[in-house]
């Protein structure tokens, strides 16, 4: 029989049980999988191209249901919630599209505030907020584009700033610096280490990049032939901090 222990009954920010995904094919993309990450844990997801990694993530944000198995968030099984618990639990969770999905009638400020609006929150409260994240990822000078006159890094880091301005429980990040320098990328990671950190908020980043991984020291997930393997995080040294992130979340 397995031995109880008290951190059993702690309820896990994401649980899957079993899950398994077909599409519209017999093809499997993903078979079985089981994953507990703990409420403030921080982990990658990695994999080959195709290997199922943004599906897997789909599937953590409540885009996608599972052909089998159970998607738990923050406790509570996913599968019988009403419609209204699924978006408020979909409200808890940030995440950063692989392809950005920003709407294109919107500045880059307003795309960012949107979720605050949707919250009901004022502007006069979150203005200065939002201006300060865009700033603080290299966009103070774009605030009033549009996506389709920026770059792809630059709609990508709108894209972060989107995901993170609500201080989201849950943050998923698919590829999240794939369209940036190295430079615009260690300084990306250094927001998500510091929600994770200060915050708490539970992180899953999935990328392909290794030189992304080993900056921070976190689980490493690897996705192949539809199941899910825990490799050994790499430990390396946090890159210093130079301004504070979290300054800018309102
Ligand atoms: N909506 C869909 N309908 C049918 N098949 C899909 C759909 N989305 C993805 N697939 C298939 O599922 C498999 C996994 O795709 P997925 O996008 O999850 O991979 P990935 O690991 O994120 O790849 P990449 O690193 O290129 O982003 C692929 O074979 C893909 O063709
Ligand atoms: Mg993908």
New binding site residues.
């Given amino acids: 029989m397995t031995q109880l222990r008290p951190d059993m009954f702690d309820e896990a920010a994401v649980r899957l049980d079993g899950v398994s995904l077909r ?2 094919s017999t093809e499997e ?1 993903l078979s079985g999988i089981d994953l507990v990450l703990k409420p403030g844990s921080f982990s990658f997801l990695t ?1 080959a ?7 897997l993530l789909k599937l953590l944000y409540l885009a996608q249901p599972p052909s089998q198995g159970e998607v738990s968030l923050f406790g509570r099984p996913t599968s019988r919630l009403s419609r209204d618990e699924l978006s408020a639990m979909r409200r808890r969770v940030g995440v950063v599209f ?1 392809e950005f999905r920003l709407l294109n009638h919107l500045t880059a400020y307003e795309n960012v505030a949107l979720p605050l609006r949707v919250m009901g929150r004022k502007e006069s409260q979150y203005r200065r907020d939002v201006e300060e994240l865009l700033r603080w990822v290299g966009l103070g000078e774009r605030l009033h584009k549009r996506p389709e006159t920026l770059s792809g890094g630059e709609q990508q880091r709108v894209a972060i700033a989107r995901a993170v301005v609500t201080q989201p429980n849950l943050l998923i990040a698919d ?1 999240p610096t794939g369209n940036v320098d190295p430079d615009m990328a260690a300084r990306l990671m250094r927001l998500f280490y510091e929600l994770n950190k200060r915050l708490g908020t539970t992180v899953v980043i999935a990328t ?1 990049d290794l030189g992304l991984i080993r900056q921070i020291d976190a689980p490493v997930y690897r ?1 192949a032939d539809g199941m899910l393997v825990q490799e050994n995080g790499e430990v390396a040294p946090t890159a210093r901090r130079r301004t504070d992130p979290l300054r800018a979340m309102p």
């Fill in positions: 599409y519209d993309i994999g191209s195709g290997a199922g990694k943004s599906s692989q590829e392909h996705l």
